[in-house]
């Protein structure tokens, strides 16, 4: 289908070619094991989790609410992103659709700023855990895990539509391979003969907004634990304590640390080689996945005690 541009006529773009690390072709090769082995990681240990905690009936609580509600996210995250990226390294499926490009760029920015979002209420979550013991059981409830959810999900859904709703209305002239293994905002509108400046700005703003204001509570509320559990003076709470949180916050930490590498990649690219920054936003997309259940879930006792009885009962 041809149409016309700034007087020039050219083919409209009905589908993209996906050109995954086309300087360093061999990343295929060494990637696609461990890439793979991760993705079943991810999705054994988060299915796990979601069935222990939905068949358990002492695991209906607040807390493991939300930790399936995280689980939700990683397992959406990761079937949005990986099956396709190794459907390229083991059989060269590059092309993807037009609006199945665009759909997988809204669900991947949504989907990472609702992370983002859940880490920050379960920060929370310990905070008055551990700082205002007496008053948890009424503070965190059940209502107050719906209301969180419904909260995550209105405000990360309605400030992440206009990403890919800006560049599913650019031009696209003829050019339609992205030099990355999804359909990354930045990527896919550099095809464009359009003006991005908006996009490119919208993005960044949002980007910083969300996950930037989602990072300083988690900081806080980490502080505040810490301070709290320094004057603690029960033998052994101060350790069990700082082990619980300590793992939640680095796991925390490496998911903000991967996005500022992501970006400082970006920035310097000229340093770097254009496939660094790829192979982060693929990582970046299946690491978390992977260890959230475990950092998360199997180090907590009541979820492993819950996994052992299920695997008596089915055995």
């Known amino acids: 289908m041809t149409a016309l541009h700034n007087g020039t006529v050219f083919t409209e773009v009905s589908d993209f070619l996906l050109n995954c690390f086309v300087r360093s072709p061999s990343w295929k090769l060494w990637l696609s094991p461990p890439l793979s082995l991760l993705f079943l990681l991810a999705m054994g240990a988060n299915a796990t989790l979601l069935i222990t905690i939905r068949l358990e009936a002492s695991l209906h609580e607040p807390m493991y609410h939300l930790l399936s509600f995280l689980s939700l996210l990683d397992i959406v995250l990761c079937l949005t992103v990986i099956p396709k990226v190794l459907l390229i390294f083991w059989f060269d499926l590059r092309p993807i659709s037009f609006y199945a490009c665009f759909l997988q760029m809204y669900i991947m920015n949504c989907f990472l700023a609702m992370e983002s979002c859940t880490f920050m209420v379960m920060a929370y979550d310990r905070y008055v855990a551990i700082c205002h013991p007496l008053r948890y059981p009424s503070i965190i409830t059940d209502q107050f895990v719906i209301k969180a959810a419904m909260f995550i999900v209105a405000r990360n859904a309605l400030m992440t539509l206009p990403i890919p709703t800006l560049s599913a209305r650019l031009s696209y002239c003829g050019k339609n391979v992205i030099e990355n293994c999804i359909c990354a905002n930045m990527s896919v509108s550099r095809l464009s003969c359009d003006d991005v400046a908006i996009n490119r700005l919208y993005q960044f703003a949002v980007g910083w907004t969300l996950i930037g204001s989602d990072l300083i509570l ?75 259940p475990i950092v998360y879930g199997v180090r907590t006792q009541e979820i492993k005690q819950g996994i052992q009885r299920l695997l008596k009962k089915w055995w």
């Open 218 to 292: 988690i900081f806080l509320s980490y502080t505040l634990i810490l301070r709290a559990v320094l004057r603690l003076k029960a033998e052994g709470a101060v350790a069990k304590a700082l082990s619980t949180c300590g793992s939640h916050f680095i796991l925390i930490l490496f998911f903000s640390t991967i996005l500022l590498v992501f970006v400082l990649t970006h920035v310097a690219k000229k340093k770097v080689s254009p496939d660094v920054p790829v192979l982060l936003n693929v990582l970046h997309h299946v690491i978390p996945a992977a260890l959230n």
